[in-house]
């Protein structure tokens, strides 16, 4: 069982408002990962962070930004919402031992 | 640039049938590869994983995937489909900084 957790599970919010979705996992990965996937298509990687302090952008761009000020979080941060940021929004984490990486439920966000 | 591509978008199988499911990567190094199954509203559960050593990967659930690298092949397998398995299928390519590229996914429909 993953102890990888997600919230909001579901959001419907305005155009123009600023939303986080948090990210906590109690295994203390290193590595944790966010991943968008819009409805029945494949997941596209947009940040990723290999511990403490480091956040980098994933293959696909996002105007969402990342934070990582303690290991077991991984916040993403979107300042204005757009309709085009609907989707569902996915965090992940590993380790090195085990190579196995770990998903959340997700995170579905609709901007009205 | 590491890819995957899932052939098929929809399989529709009987209960107690055989699944296969086809998944073709593309990746510079030796590749790390997985499968994934999601349900609706319901975010990722690894089925299995390749890393290295016997091509031939037992997972959860009765599947399994073998990895042929002279066809950059990662194609799943389950010998008798339970209603249950009626899912959302994906197939993910990554190295060591687990980094995922996933395909497009293939919808399994079960039928009674």
């Known amino acids: 069982e993953a102890d990888i957790y997600q919230t909001p599970r579901y959001l419907v919010i305005g155009t123009g408002k600023k939303i986080t979705l948090e990210c906590s996992q109690t295994?203390?990965?290193?590595?944790m990962y966010w991943y968008q996937q819009d409805p029945g298509m494949e997941l596209h990687l947009i940040h990723y962070?290999?511990?403490?302090?480091?956040?980098e952008k994933g293959d696909l761009s996002s105007e969402s930004t990342v934070s990582r000020i303690r290991t077991e979080h991984f916040p993403l941060t979107l300042e204005s919402a757009r309709p085009s940021h609907t989707s569902q929004y996915l965090c992940a984490s590993t380790s090195d031992v085990g190579n196995t990486i770990y998903f959340g439920e997700g995170s579905w966000l609709t901007v009205v | 640039a590491q890819s995957v591509t899932q052939p098929d978008i929809h399989i529709t199988v009987s209960e107690g049938a055989s699944l296969e499911l086809r998944c073709n990567y593309s990746y510079g190094a030796t590749p790390y590869l997985f499968w994934y199954v999601q349900s609706p509203g319901q975010g990722l559960q690894l089925l299995l994983k390749?890393?290295?050593?016997?091509?031939l990967v037992q997972g959860i659930k009765g599947f399994e995937a073998e990895f042929k690298r002279s066809q950059s092949s990662f194609n799943l397998r389950k010998p008798s489909v339970h209603w249950s398995d009626a899912a959302e299928y994906f197939c993910a390519v990554g190295g060591n900084d687990y980094k995922l590229s996933f395909g497009a996914g293939t919808t399994v429909t079960v039928r009674a």
């Open positions: 962070s290999y511990g403490v302090n480091s956040t």
């Open positions: 295994m203390g990965h290193d590595k």
């Open positions: 390749y890393f290295s050593g016997d091509t």
